[in-house]
């Protein structure tokens, strides 16, 4: 498989996932999280889709396209090894939808921090609510669901509470 042919995988399984989990969601009226903003894509998706919920946006540097980048009062700055508990505090366990994409293409590495914040992201989750990642997860309560139509099997994964 070519670097092109994984590329359009993982965006077309993001797509398919995101589609199936806001759809899944959309009676819980909890926010959403989106972490890893990067080019806003998938931000710019789930903002056109979701309606009636804030989707708060964890970022350690904001360099998006300009139409996909959240407002200050929904962004949370910083390390999520740090944001993510905080928020937790601040919050408790309310979100709806939390996706995840916040890998680099380090395949190891990226397996590793899905580890660690695996224990920080599971008790954010409201009853109900669904976890979407770009990364296989490593959670203790949570269960993995079977992919939408148009999902590649290991290019994306759901998780519900
Ligand atoms: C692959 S990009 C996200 C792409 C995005 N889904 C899109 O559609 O444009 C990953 C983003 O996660 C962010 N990130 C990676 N590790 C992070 C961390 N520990 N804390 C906060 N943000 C992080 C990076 O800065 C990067 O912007």
């Given at each position: 498989m070519s670097r092109l042919d994984l590329f359009i995988d993982r965006m077309v399984s993001q797509r398919a996932c995101l589609d199936y989990a806001i759809a899944e969601t959309a009676l819980i009226t909890g926010p959403v999280y989106e972490l890893g903003l990067g080019n806003g894509r998938t931000y710019h998706h789930m903002r056109e889709r979701i309606k009636g919920r804030d989707i708060y946006v964890f970022e350690r540097a904001i360099a998006s396209h300009p139409d996909s980048t959240p407002p200050e009062s929904l962004t949370i700055l910083g390390d999520v090894h740090d944001t993510l508990p905080a928020t937790l505090e601040r919050f408790?366990?309310?979100?709806s939808l939390i996706h995840a994409d916040?890998?680099?293409?380090?395949r190891a590495k990226n397996d590793i921090f899905a580890r660690e914040i695996s224990p920080l992201v599971?008790?954010?989750?409201?009853?109900g609510g669904l976890m979407v990642s770009s990364d296989r997860m490593y959670f203790e309560n949570l269960t993995e669901l079977p992919l939408p139509t148009g999902a590649v099997e290991g290019r994306c994964f759901v998780y519900r509470r």
């Open positions: 408790g366990p309310v979100a916040l890998g680099g293409h380090n599971e008790p954010l989750l409201a009853e």
